[in-house]
């Protein structure tokens, strides 16, 4: 695995500070990151990627270095414009997407709002349709928690660690380990409280847009850890079929196989990103 960041860049979007990388040259290939994470766990992808294309990686907001939520933001489509306007700023016009986690859920936003600029999607450990009620009640009440606490409690930061990374990882992989403790451990409290639980809420509280990615039209593959709890294979199956596309399981990986299986998951993307564009 990588251990150098490249240089993170700053721009203002819709009021507040977008931090992004922009790599390489050639065909645009934008990557979206999960919840709690930041462009750190796409770095395999971006050494590879950055070799053949230009590699845009946008960090949520109040993640990375990344700014507060803006104003005004009600949900995840207004994400997508968010992610759209830094685009806009950089000059690029047509891109390829690939979304992990919520990062799929406004690739998928963006691509349904302006199908004519994205070349390919791909939509990893991710799902358009609602969130289960279990879950979401799960989720609603650990966001509760660190809202109160205004910090993640312990037992919290325990418990979420095997919904994004396999058992294997967790024993095996401190490295993956420590950079998602890093990654949670740089977050401004003041930033968990006006950012990371109202994010939150959006994304446990989505739209139900699975049906709507029937009007899709670009080239698209599904791919999902075969260890992930967090979004299921059986999850991304069904948004695979829904689309009529593929749909690829990585094995022994869970919900961050750009970390987890770096070198299957490179592979995928490169094979999926060398298909000539249709249009």
Same mark, same amino acid.
């Given at each position: #695995?990588?251990?150098? @960041?490249?240089?993170?860049?700053?721009?203002?979007?819709?009021?507040?500070?977008? !931090?992004?990388? %922009?790599?390489?040259? &050639?065909? /645009?290939?934008?990557? &979206? $990151?999960?919840?709690?994470?930041? !462009? =750190?766990?796409?770095? /395999?992808?971006?050494? @590879? +990627?950055?070799?053949?294309?230009?590699?845009?990686?946008?960090? +949520?907001?109040?993640?990375?270095?990344? &700014?507060?939520?803006?104003?005004?933001?009600?949900?995840?489509? %207004?994400? @997508? =414009? $968010? $992610?759209?306007?830094?685009? %806009?700023? +950089?000059g690029v016009e047509r891109f390829a997407l690939v979304g992990l986690s919520v990062g799929g859920m406004w690739a998928a936003e963006m691509a349904l709002a302006v199908p004519e600029r994205v070349r390919a999607l791909v939509l990893m450990d991710t799902f358009l349709g609602e969130e289960p009620p279990e879950t979401r009640a799960r989720y609603f009440g650990m966001l509760s928690a660190v809202e109160a606490a205004g910090a993640i409690p312990e037992a919290i930061g325990q418990a979420i660690l095997p919904m994004f990374l396999a058992p294997a990882t967790i024993e095996n992989r401190p490295e993956i380990v420590g950079l998602f403790q890093s990654a949670l451990a740089g977050v401004a409290p003041d930033r968990l409280v006006d950012t990371i639980v109202p994010l939150g809420r959006m994304i446990f509280g989505r739209r139900d847009a699975l049906q709507d990615?029937?009007?899709?039209?670009? /080239?698209?593959?599904? #791919?999902? &850890?075969?260890? %992930?709890? !967090?979004?299921?294979?059986?999850?991304?199956? @069904?948004?695979?079929?829904v689309m009529g596309c593929a749909f690829a399981e990585i094995p022994g990986a869970a919900h961050i196989p750009t970390l987890e299986a770096p070198e299957e998951v490179t592979g995928q993307l490169q094979g999926f990103l060398a298909r000539p564009p249709i249009g």
């Amino acid at each position: #695995m990588t251990t150098a @960041a490249p240089t993170t860049l700053t721009t203002e979007v819709a009021g507040s500070e977008m !931090s992004y990388l %922009d790599i390489g040259s &050639g065909e /645009p290939v934008v990557l &979206g $990151h999960s919840y709690l994470w930041d !462009s =750190r766990m796409w770095l /395999p992808q971006v050494e @590879a +990627l950055s070799r053949t294309h230009r590699v845009i990686v946008p960090e +949520l907001w109040g993640h990375g270095r990344s &700014g507060r939520l803006p104003e005004g933001t009600t949900g995840l489509q %207004d994400v @997508a =414009r $968010h $992610h759209l306007a830094l685009l %806009d700023k +950089l000059g690029v016009e047509r891109f390829a997407l690939v979304g992990l986690s919520v990062g799929g859920m406004w690739a998928a936003e963006m691509a349904l709002a302006v199908p004519e600029r994205v070349r390919a999607l791909v939509l990893m450990d991710t799902f358009l349709g609602e969130e289960p009620p279990e879950t979401r009640a799960r989720y609603f009440g650990m966001l509760s928690a660190v809202e109160a606490a205004g910090a993640i409690p312990e037992a919290i930061g325990q418990a979420i660690l095997p919904m994004f990374l396999a058992p294997a990882t967790i024993e095996n992989r401190p490295e993956i380990v420590g950079l998602f403790q890093s990654a949670l451990a740089g977050v401004a409290p003041d930033r968990l409280v006006d950012t990371i639980v109202p994010l939150g809420r959006m994304i446990f509280g989505r739209r139900d847009a699975l049906q709507d990615l029937r009007t899709i039209r670009v /080239p698209t593959l599904v #791919m999902t &850890g075969q260890h %992930d709890l !967090s979004r299921p294979v059986a999850e991304g199956r @069904a948004m695979a079929e829904v689309m009529g596309c593929a749909f690829a399981e990585i094995p022994g990986a869970a919900h961050i196989p750009t970390l987890e299986a770096p070198e299957e998951v490179t592979g995928q993307l490169q094979g999926f990103l060398a298909r000539p564009p249709i249009g």
